[in-house]
């Protein structure tokens, strides 16, 4: 069964960049059924979608970060990692990595996902 | 984007009952819907995927329904591993939205 860990700080300093590693185990990152995700949900609001990288290493990303974000793959680790620049308080959240089903069109979901690691901006 | 409009925000209910969360979508979006539970230091884990499919071991008493800009996950039957937050997705658009979640606690 795939299994999804986290790693990385949970402080980071404003202006600052973030940085989270995700490692899975049990399956094969090296394949095009699935994508390689992060999800963030900062305290007391909803999921946000931070980015998508595939196994190819390209990358595909949500706008509102896109000027902040850089998503990468090491299929020799079975790792995949986000860095985000410039960090703010606003960008205190629970961060979470998900696998993505590619499935015909618009039929995928997220699943299964990691732990979350909570990461707070402050200085 | 699409805005997933999810409701009510928060849910009281008793071990036993069966509850209903909603999410409507700022457009239609065909039946591609899925639904989460979070639950506090554990990985989110998914329930049901194309608006009514339901995910490889997940209890039935978990149900989902609808299709356009209307869908619904029923609970039935409620165990007290189900209070928890829910979430709505959808995967039509390629900039993935959730809804705001939804609080089950119990009454």
């Known amino acids: 069964q795939v299994q999804l860990q986290q790693s990385g700080p949970g402080l980071v300093k404003p202006s600052e960049t973030l940085s989270l590693t995700c490692t899975v185990s049990?399956?094969?990152?090296?394949?095009?059924?699935?994508?390689w995700n992060w999800i963030r949900q900062p305290p007391g609001k909803g999921l946000e979608w931070i980015g998508t990288?595939?196994?190819?290493?390209?990358?595909h990303y949500n706008p509102s970060l896109k000027s902040r974000l850089t998503m990468y793959i090491d299929r020799s680790k079975s790792q995949f990692s986000l860095r985000l620049s410039s960090v703010t308080a606003a960008d205190t959240a629970v961060y979470y990595c998900?696998?993505?089903?590619?499935?015909?069109?618009?039929?995928?979901?997220?699943?299964?996902w990691g732990q979350g690691t909570l990461v707070t901006v402050s200085s | 984007d699409i805005q997933m409009t999810q409701s009510p925000s928060s849910l009281s209910a008793s071990v036993g009952d069966s509850v209903t969360i909603t999410c409507r979508a700022s457009q239609t979006i065909s039946g591609y819907v899925n639904w989460y539970q979070l639950k506090p230091g554990k990985a989110p884990k998914l329930l049901i995927y194309a608006a009514s499919r339901l995910q490889s071991g997940v209890p039935s008493r978990f149900s989902g329904s609808g299709s356009g800009t209307h869908f619904t996950l029923t609970i039935s039957s409620l165990q007290p591993e189900d209070f928890a937050t829910y979430f709505c997705q959808q995967s039509y658009s390629t900039l993935y939205t959730f809804g705001q979640g939804t609080n089950l606690e119990i009454k």
């Open positions: 998900a696998r993505q089903y590619a499935g015909t069109g618009a039929l995928n979901w997220f699943d299964p």
């Open positions: 049990g399956g094969s990152i090296n394949t095009d059924i699935y994508y």
């Open positions: 990288v595939y196994y190819s290493g390209s990358t």
